[in-house]
């Protein structure tokens, strides 16, 4: 083998093996390391300066650990307790809905009441903080822990990014997981939220999580009464 082909080849194999190494993990600044909170400056520091979220994602779900679907999503969320929500697959709209005051509104695709709870779902899980003002708190190795009488959530006390959050609801208990940490423009949250609800679990890839967006004209629009 030539020189000039050996060099070739070992700088083929370098490129190869760059593009294959898994990227190290982005950590979030420990912001909060040397401090002790209390609960109202938790909640003040992760969200008080949020009304509306818009979230693009991909979601993948699973039936009893078995693939059952995928779809990218806009999501957008204002408290309290609003979702609309559009989902697509190949490109192309297949559902459309809006959650206000526990109603559901179906606006393209078919009308089933599982979207009301897949809405919710990603409200609690993406707005954390929002009912957690009346729980108690404590401190315990590393975490805060935030409970009420139907919630509880775990956020790692150096960046108050939450960890995990245990939900029980009427329809059974869900658990949602946080994980990879990723940082737009100094507002940091968690990239990768797996929710476990019941036989399903719903694997959200936030590609993009944006604070306080403009809302387009037909945003949280429903359909008139009547």
């Known amino acids: 083998m030539s020189k000039k082909l050996l060099r070739y080849s070992c700088f083929s194999f370098f490129i190869v093996f760059l593009a294959c190494a898994p990227k190290p993990k982005i950590a979030a600044p420990p912001l909060y390391e040397e401090m002790e909170l209390g609960i109202d400056e938790v909640i003040a520091k992760a969200g008080d300066d949020i009304e509306v979220i818009k979230a693009i994602a991909d979601i993948k779900i699973e039936k009893n650990n078995a693939p059952y679907s995928s779809i990218s999503a806009s999501v957008l969320i204002r408290r309290p307790g609003q979702v609309h929500m559009r989902m697509y697959q ?18 393209t695709g078919k009308n089933d009441n599982k979207l009301r709870r897949l809405g919710m779902e990603l409200y609690n899980a993406i707005i954390w903080w929002d009912g957690y003002g009346s729980g108690v708190m404590f401190r315990k190795r590393g975490e805060y822990i935030i409970r009420t009488e139907d919630k509880e959530i775990r956020l790692d006390t150096a ?34 939220i797996k929710i476990y609800a019941g036989d399903f679990t719903f694997i959200v890839k936030l590609k993009r999580l944006l604070k306080n967006p403009a809302l387009g004209e037909f945003d949280f629009q429903i359909p008139a009464s009547g």
């Open 90 to 107: 190949l490109g192309i709209l297949v559902r459309d809905f809006v959650i206000k005051d526990k109603v559901l509104y179906v606006l």
């Open 159 to 192: 960046t108050l990014l939450p960890v995990k959050q245990e939900i029980r609801t009427a329809d059974g208990n869900i658990e949602v997981m946080y994980d990879n940490p990723v940082n737009n423009e100094g507002f940091w949250y968690p990239s990768l």
